[in-house]
């Protein structure tokens, strides 16, 4: 990353325009849908979720003006997660589990070398899956973390006690000056400001998988449980589209081509590095990525208990902003901006991310579940706004000429909500009374 040179009012990134407040008045016929998400807002009937609640998808096609996979609601009102609970049912887990002995006993190195990969940081799904398959299967896990934006000290401390269980860890930092820049980028142009840190999650393994020479990476629960494709969830392994590519040519970080981030922003290859997806041909065809899950029931509330008893893994101290739990989404400080900005892009946030899996588990009724999401979602995420404003702030000590390519380099709250409001889908949101609210 170098200085570049900036001609006088050359603004690259400027501040947000005055939404038409017209658009977002409560008696609108017709309300513009943003992002392709379906018009007509579907409730599930047995759980939280709304079809308005995206899907995974390939981080690396992600701009303004990519139509969003969302979760499925059909003529029956019930979401694709929820079915796909209900098959689980029916799944023979005796058989699943010789499945997945049969797969170990492929791959299980007997001199001690590693053998597979579990990517991670440390949070209760990864310490819970190490752990697995060291003790119960023989394996001989590598673990592979990309550093979280800002940890939390409860984060980090989980982080040492995953480590401190038995496991080795492979820990890639990306250039701090790099990352604080990329998320910027990305909370202006996409609202995602977890955006680089998801993309480093997803990318680094596989790069140190192939590296390494380990064939096998195993990740926790497959995203289809969470309303992606229901064939998603025929298989164990983990399709190679969202973490490769045939070539870098059509690539967007944080909204924005390669190209541009190179000339204007003046980002060196090594600087994009970590948020590049592979080239196919270069892990082979030996990479074999699996889904722990399909071998064995996932079930949140029992992967952190597993992970303390065994491992030490903590709760954070205080409720997550937000949602009423404390056991998920615990290590980065941007994960409460990351939830919020949800809300504001898509009606729901971590409560209803939360509640619905409850619900689906038979831990929460639904009535308790809506009664959480009018609760918390949505809340403001107050708690680090200092440090988190601080991290996104694109000062001339630190950038230099670079800050000049932003009309206002300072993030403070009054920018941040002024940005929200240019991500408020009329469909979703009205203003009554000077506040925002959800349409019903």
Known sequence: MVDCHVGKNMFLIKKPKKIDLKTYNRGVNSPQNFYGLPKKILFCKQCTYTNQKPNSEQEYKHNINKKKPTLKIQADEICSACKIQEKKKNIDWDKRKKLLEKLCDKYRKKNGEFDCIVPGSGGKDSFYAALKLKEEYGMNPLTVTASPHLYTDWGRKNFYSWLGSGFSNYLFTPNIKVQRLLTRLSLEKLLHPFQPFIMGQMYFPPKIASQLGINLIFYGENPSEYGNKSSENEVPTKNINYFTTKNHKNIFISGLKISDLEKKFKLSKNDLYPYLPLKRKEIGKKLNVQYLGFYIPWHPQECYYYASQKGGFEVSPERNVGTYSKYASLDDKMDDLHWYTTFIKF???????????????????????????????????????????????????DYGDISKLFEKNKMDRNYFNSLCDQFRSPHIWYKENNKWKIRK
């Not at 729901?348 to 009664?371: F, V």
């Not at 809340?379 to 702030?393: M, V």
């Open 347 to 397: 009606g729901i946030g971590r409560a209803t991310y939360d509640s619905s899996q409850e619900i689906r588990n038979k831990e929460i009724t639904k009535e308790e579940g809506l009664n959480l999401v009018k609760k918390y979602d949505g809340e403001y995420p107050a708690r680090f706004e200092k440090e988190i404003f601080e991290y996104l702030t694109i000062s001339q000590d």
